[in-house]
């Protein structure tokens, strides 16, 4: 959700923020623009839609041969006014001294801004950044201190912000601010590098300071100051990342999304070799005491957004299932508004694959406020959200770069499921040999992905078929029905379908009225499912009011009168059903937006990480 960059050194450094933006687009491409400071001033190059549109209009300015040494760069998910280069960041003082790039939101930016207004400020963007601006730009006329004016501006935002700011008459500094939205520096020799995420540094540097809210950075060409936002100077430690080129390329792959999706099968054996040494030895989990994190709890919320939201309906089930514990799932943005009985019995679980997502942070900061106990399940151990943790799962899917989840939701449904059954183990009424015949299976599980992935040509095939169509049902029941939701949400993001999801069971009570020849149906039937048969009524049913029916499943159904298409899963448990089924429905959503030559790593309208409420 909109993304940052800025560098100061002797290198290219149009062409160091544009690599990193490159990065970091999976944050957004409303529209990206930079800023370079130089002894001519400060000059600024923005462009609507995809950062290859900035690109075009760098190179059209021949800008190359200028002796540039700091610059500051942004792509923009747009919040406060619409995709347009006018809303563009960098934003400039009116003096054009001043230039700032902004990833948040400023909530009380409107009396800001009126006040301005009043003061003599003149607006040229409908975003809440451009108040930023002005209000540095008034207290930097008044203590003639960037930092200073930076440090009093800051003190009358509300809201969440990351900045990276430069002025023409301080040109050897770059300031970096972080207020809840992610910001990191990147160390290097005689240049430093500020990011909003890791991978913009990949192949600059390995050395990174890791900023908490409420710190700002002075960064120059030789030196990292970090001050708390009282002006405070912070001791703070560089660590080491080590990250390879190849994480964030796409190794021959047309797609990110189809890369990812064929890192599956490792990602999950890793995942079960690293928690489960044989079915016989109990699952464990490192810095996680399991006893300890069930001791005196009578209930466990589960709470996510999304794709991961999906992930914690699945383990809901699960949970419920093998530990007879009172489980509950929240979405982060409604659990905010809601009177919630969260108290230090509960044990609080939020599950966010970038770690930063707005809407669970502050959820579980709210649970622990009530005094749950906080496990967070996350791909970004490095993340935002970790901070209010008391235990941290890290599902080690290695970065996602598609804007549409996949391997992270495979890793959090293993975690979750190992999880669960590690929970079991601990309960004083569970028969270890009861859980013996998931965890064999759940050894066979990579394998079983392979050859769902090895059989993708038939999927294609079928996606390519139903294309044509603009509406979609997924249907199934118990423990799929998020598998349902899951696969929807994979064709609606990235097909533009109307994808929609339902307990078959509820068809009868009204959807059905949605059914005729134009409407497709993927149907979820794992055999061994106490509900196949019931699930085969509902299909019948449907093809009654002649919808087109396609099976996903792991019978033999030999009912080809009912079903138009078969996509084939290879044979396993209900229970284990949800991390086997989401893999063809993945390809089966890529498949279709490719046959549709969509934008299918970068879909309209989304962002990786959403970072706004
Ligand atoms: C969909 C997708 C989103 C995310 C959601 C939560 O493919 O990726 O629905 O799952 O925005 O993100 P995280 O897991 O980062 O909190």
Not at 415 to 442: D, G, V
Request: charged share 25%; aromatic share 6%.
């Amino acid at each position: 959700m909109c993304g940052i960059v800025g560098y100061i050194g002797n290198n290219a450094v149009d062409e160091i923020l544009l690599s990193g933006l490159k990065s970091l687009e999976y944050r957004g491409y409303d529209s990206a623009g930079i800023a370079l400071n130089d002894n001519q001033g400060i000059d600024v190059f923005r462009a609507k839609g995809k950062l290859q549109n900035l690109t075009e209009v760098i190179k059209a300015k021949h800008i190359s041969n200028r002796q540039v040494s700091q610059g500051i760069g942004h792509i923009r998910w747009a919040t406060h006014g619409e995709a347009s280069i006018e809303n563009a960041h960098p934003h400039l003082s009116n003096d054009g001294k001043l230039v700032l790039v902004h990833n948040g939101i400023i909530e009380n930016y409107k009396e800001l801004k009126d006040e301005l207004i009043k003061q003599g400020y003149h607006f040229f963007s409908q975003t809440d950044t451009e108040t930023i601006v002005h209000l540095i730009d008034r207290e930097y006329k008044r203590v003639s201190s960037l930092e200073q004016a930076v440090i009093r501006a800051i003190s009358m935002l509300k809201g969440a912000f990351a900045l990276c700011i430069m002025h023409h008459d301080e040109a050897d500094k770059i300031i970096a601010v972080r207020k809840n939205a992610p910001l990191i520096i990147g160390v290097g020799k005689n240049e430093n590098f500020i990011a909003s995420d890791i991978p913009a540094l990949i192949g600059k540097t390995q050395a990174i300071i890791h900023l908490e809210d409420n710190e700002l950075a002075i960064v120059k060409k030789d030196s990292v100051v970090v001050k708390s936002f009282d002006g405070k100077i912070l001791n703070k430690p560089v660590e080491t990342v080590n990250i390879a080129q190849d994480a964030i390329s796409k190794q021959g792959y047309k797609h990110f999304m189809i890369k990812e999706i064929n890192e599956q099968p490792q990602i999950v054996r890793k995942m079960i070799s690293t928690h489960m040494s044989s079915p016989q030895q109990s699952i464990r989990f490192e810095n996680i005491d399991i006893e300890e994190l069930i001791e005196n709890i009578d209930k466990i919320e589960i709470i996510a957004c999304g794709t991961s939201l999906h992930a914690a309906q699945v383990a809901q089930y699960m949970i419920e299932d093998l530990c007879n514990i009172n489980v509950t799932v929240e979405a982060a943005s409604e659990y905010i508004c809601k009177k919630h009985l969260t108290n230090n019995k509960t044990l609080s679980i939020g599950i966010s694959q970038s770690g930063e997502t707005a809407d669970t942070i502050t959820a579980i900061k709210q649970a622990k406020e009530k005094g749950a106990k906080i496990l967070i399940l996350t791909n970004r151990p490095d993340s935002s959200i970790v901070r209010y943790a008391k235990y941290v799962l890290p599902l080690n899917a290695g970065i996602e770069v598609s804007v549409a989840a996949t391997k992270s939701y495979t890793a959090q449904l293993t975690a979750l499921c190992l999880l669960s059954l590690a929970m079991a183990e601990k309960q004083k009424n569970t028969n270890p040999e009861q859980l013996l015949p998931i965890k064999q299976e759940l050894l066979m599980l990579p394998t079983k992905i392979e050859e769902v992935i090895y059989s993708s040509t038939t999927i294609k095939k079928c996606a390519e078929k139903y294309n044509g169509y603009k509406n979609f049902f997924y249907l199934a029941r118990g423990i799929n029905i998020a598998t349902a939701q899951e696969g929807a949400l994979k064709l609606k993001e990235i097909s533009y379908i109307n994808a929609n999801s339902y307990a078959a069971g509820e068809l009868k009570h009204g959807p059905i009225a949605l059914l005729d020849n134009n409407m497709p149906i993927l149907a979820l039937l794992p055999q061994h499912s106490k509900t196949f048969e019931k699930m085969l009524s509902n299909c019948e049913e449907a093809r009654a009011r002649h919808a087109h029916l396609i099976a996903m499943t792991n019978s033999e159904i030999n009912k080809k009168e009912l079903f138009d298409d078969t996509i084939n899963v290879p044979e396993i448990s209900e229970f284990l059903s949800p991390l086997l089924f989401s893999v063809p429905l993945q390809l089966f959503a890529y498949y279709f937006a490719d046959s549709l030559n969509l934008d299918i790593d970068q879909p309209r309208n989304l962002a990786k990480s959403v970072t706004v409420e």
